[in-house]
T-cell receptor, first 118, second 112 residues
């Protein structure tokens, strides 16, 4: 079954305690991204990766790190979490195919990780 | 950077009627415009997308239109059903680049 998994699904932590949220996909997708979702602000992209060892900043990268050492995994690292990083986090993977004029794309989101930083 | 504005923030529609959600974008280089549906407590789901080389795309009851000159695109849902109730997000990005900017969402409620 094609899927994106995230762990943990729920996490309560304290300010400054480093944490990692894992993301894994089994579809051999090249592209992966992290988003955070906050009420009234919608979805905002944190980081994305277009392939192994290729990562770049989204709209809200401050306070986050990522790595892409393997195609299937794209962990999100909070080195020193702060309360303003309390949010719902989604990982996603996507795949594009076709030519320049007829390009198609499919994208899958993980189930989400709800993080509370005290 | 890209800025995407989405309207309205909430929309209530009688079952069977049509719903239209509109988005504008600021970066003229953006050429890929996906739409997502997020049901309560669920993950977002890509439901339809359009690229800048076409003006309209349809998939059953859902259609998306794009006006590149005015830099706006819209989601049209016809013959709405209760299961269409959800939050819908538009987004924009440059093709070949995975940096994606979202609108703030529209909460669509279908009234039986």
């Amino acid at each position: 079954e094609a899927q994106v998994t995230q762990n943990p699904r729920y996490l309560i932590t304290v300010t400054g305690k480093k944490l990692t949220v894992t993301c894994s996909q089994n579809m051999n997708h090249e592209y992966m991204s992290w988003y955070r979702q906050d009420p009234g602000l919608g979805l905002r992209q944190i980081y994305y990766s277009m392939n192994v060892e290729v990562t770049d900043k989204g709209d809200v990268p401050e306070g986050y790190k990522v790595s892409r050492k393997e195609k299937r995994n794209f962990p999100l690292i909070l080195e020193s979490p702060s309360p303003n990083q309390t949010s719902l986090y989604f990982c996603a993977s996507s795949y594009q195919w076709g030519g320049p004029s007829v390009m198609e794309e499919t994208q899958y989101f993980g189930p989400g990780t709800r993080l509370l930083v005290l | 950077g890209e800025n995407v504005e989405q309207h309205p923030s909430t929309l209530s529609v009688q079952e069977g009627d049509s719903a239209v959600i509109k988005c504008t974008y600021s970066d003229s280089a953006s050429n890929y415009f996906p739409w997502y549906k997020q049901e309560l407590g669920k993950r977002p789901q890509l439901i339809i997308d359009i690229r800048s080389n076409v003006g309209e795309k349809k998939d059953q009851r859902i259609a998306v239109t794009l006006n590149k000159t005015a830099k706006h695109f819209s989601l049209h849902i016809t013959e709405t059903q209760p299961e269409d109730s959800a939050v819908y997000f538009c987004a924009a990005r440059r093709f070949g680049n995975e940096k994606l900017t979202f609108g703030t969402g529209t909460r669509l409620t279908i009234i039986p």
